[in-house]
């Protein structure tokens, strides 16, 4: 056996075992995709000690045999992604089979948001994504998931947003980060048109729809702090529906950031200070409370908010 084929086998024994760092991953890495903030140099990622994003508790996407077929086949995704979700709209895409990287330029004419889906290998393999000097990266998946794929935003209200970008992909083995070209391997990137956003909370484009968890959510309520202060609690009741949960900070510095659900760290938070978005996750029908709170001094452009969603009607 060469060293190929036994670095093949051992992560194939590898899957077969739970993967408890999955979600962190896959909620890491949302959590950094959500947003470049064009107009803030320094962009603080979070801590994946911190375990991350996008925990938001951001849930892996659900996936299914059958994702292709809710697709439209002849879409220049080729069903990899969908036409359309949220608002959002699909501008333009490249699928690549058997290959390990792969490359999407478009040329929007407004605030765009991009996507990327690594299928066909599972989690033995990382997908990278780099657009405009963002990084990021996610595991990837057997089949195609029904949510979906997460990727930045360039939403940010200036001429930057309007012009063409390049976002470029590639695989990497998820064990020692060395290049990959599996065989079995499909790409899908794509560019999608962003709706007027409704709202504006701690400095971040709050959309009317989003999808996760394989469900719509639609914008029920959004909360603020004062600017300068190092802690945010709020409180909302969804009644007898169950209401997802977003946190966003913006702040000149990499303080860490802890969020707590009905008093329950969420090891799936922001992280750090900066100009970040973090899904936290869907939960139960009632009353909750969040507090957020920044380890350590808070500099004067600190701004702490939530978003509160419901299922769409």
Do not use: K
């Not at 969908?82 to 501008?91: K, N, V």
């Not at 959510?217 to 802690?231: K, Y």
């Not at 950031?257 to 760290?265: H, I, K, P, S, T």
């Amino acid at each position: 056996m060469n060293i190929t084929e036994l670095r093949s086998g051992l992560q194939e024994h590898a899957d077969d075992l739970q993967d408890l760092a999955l979600h962190d991953r896959v909620a890491g890495a949302r959590r950094r995709a959500t947003s470049i903030r064009r107009r803030r140099t320094a962009i603080a990622v979070g801590s994946l000690a911190l375990a991350l994003p996008l925990a938001v508790v951001a849930v892996p996407a659900a996936l299914t045999d059958d994702a292709d077929e809710a697709h439209t086949a002849t879409s220049p995704s080729e069903g990899l992604l969908p036409e359309s979700f949220a608002g959002r709209t699909l501008l333009d895409a490249e699928v690549a089979r058997g290959t390990g990287e792969l490359d999407l330029t478009v040329t929007p004419e407004g605030p765009s948001q991009w996507a990327a889906t690594c299928s066909g290998v599972g989690r033995a393999y990382t997908l990278h994504q780099s657009i405009d000097g963002w990084e990021g990266e996610s595991p990837c998946g057997v089949v195609v998931p029904v949510d979906p794929p997460w990727g930045p935003r360039l939403d940010e209200d200036d001429t930057e947003t309007i012009g063409a970008h390049t976002m470029r992909v590639w695989i990497t083995w998820a064990q020692d980060g060395e290049p990959a070209d599996p065989e079995d391997a499909v790409l899908a990137v794509g560019a999608y048109s962003l709706p007027a956003p409704v709202a504006d909370v701690a400095g971040a484009a709050v959309y009317g729809l989003e999808e996760s968890e394989g469900t719509s959510w639609q914008l029920a309520h959004t909360s603020e702090s004062s600017t300068g202060v190092r802690t945010l609690t709020a409180s909302y009741d969804s009644g007898p529906l169950p209401v997802f949960i977003e946190a966003l900070t913006v702040g000149s510095s990499d303080s860490p950031v802890d969020v707590y659900v009905d008093g329950r760290l969420q090891a799936n938070s922001p992280g750090r200070l900066g100009a970040d978005s973090c899904w936290l996750g869907s939960f139960p029908a009632g009353r909750h409370t969040v507090r957020m709170t920044v380890r350590g001094p808070a500099p004067a452009d600190t701004r702490l908010g939530l978003v509160w969603r419901t299922p769409a009607r």
